[in-house]
């Protein structure tokens, strides 16, 4: 049985998110960053990462606005620079582990849904001839979106940055975050597992089904696993000059 303590603070945490995303949305359509792309990652950041996605939107995201780029400030540093007036590493780091984390955090969303709604799509991706728990069938179609999701964000950012044609951008977008998403999504899919077969099945003895804030309320702890696993991963990309500094 799921205690009231973890629902109501299932509820707390996704309103707050809620919020936390629209305030964002908000911002970002009065004072929209050079990169477009951009208005979409602060706002999907701020669905599992709440608070945490504002603070560090309005540090280290409004410094790469319009109007701060219109003031001389640097199209793709956030307000806390360091003295070169560059982002600093761990910032721009972060910055590009969550700019690959929310397309897949938006390929997540779509895919637990449609899995829901048209349980067939579960069975196209394995459930019952190949996995006998449908977690793993929608886990496969997680995988898909999220990676083709993740790609089109990467993409709209390195097509302007490079200057590339758009295979040449295809090519390179998928380089640079095709083994950043996988760690995300391992991150994730860990956390997951843990809560589904341990923590909900062992020892509430309860069932974590889509339809349910606890399940929302995990994915986004689940998400910050993601960004765990996902943030040493884009250290290296972005050192090797794999993935762009952001």
Not at 206 to 222: C, G, H, K, R
Request: with cysteine; charged share 10%; hydrophobic share 55%.
């Amino acid at each position: 049985m799921i205690p009231d303590w973890l629902h109501i603070l299932s509820i707390a945490s996704l309103l707050v998110a809620m919020l936390a995303a629209v305030a964002i949305a908000l911002d970002v359509r009065r004072d929209p960053q050079p990169m477009w792309i951009m208005n979409l990652v602060w706002p999907l950041t701020a669905l599992f990462a709440g608070p945490l996605a504002l603070a560090f939107y309005f540090t280290a995201g409004k410094g790469g606005t319009m109007s701060a780029h219109h003031r001389g400030g640097h199209a793709h540093s956030g307000s806390g620079t360091d003295e070169g007036g560059e982002t600093p590493f761990p910032t721009a780091v972060a910055k590009g582990t969550l700019h690959c984390g929310s397309g897949c955090t938006l390929g997540d969303i779509i895919a637990e849904w449609l899995a829901f709604f048209v349980p067939a799509v579960a069975v196209w991706f394995g459930w019952q001839w190949l996995f006998a728990d449908k977690i793993f069938a929608v886990w496969v179609l997680d995988f898909v979106l999220a990676f083709l999701f993740g790609v089109a964000f990467q993409y709209f950012s390195i097509k302007p940055m490079r200057d590339l044609t758009p295979r040449a951008a295809l090519v390179a977008a998928v380089k640079a975050d095709a083994l950043s998403l996988t760690a995300w999504q391992v991150g994730m899919y860990g956390a997951m597992a843990l809560a589904h077969f341990v923590l909900f099945q062992r020892v509430l003895g309860a069932s974590l089904e889509v339809p349910s804030v606890e399940f929302w309320f995990v994915m986004q702890l689940a998400m910050l696993c993601g960004f765990v696993t996902a943030y040493p991963v884009n250290w290296w990309l972005v050192r090797r000059g794999i993935k762009e500094r952001m």
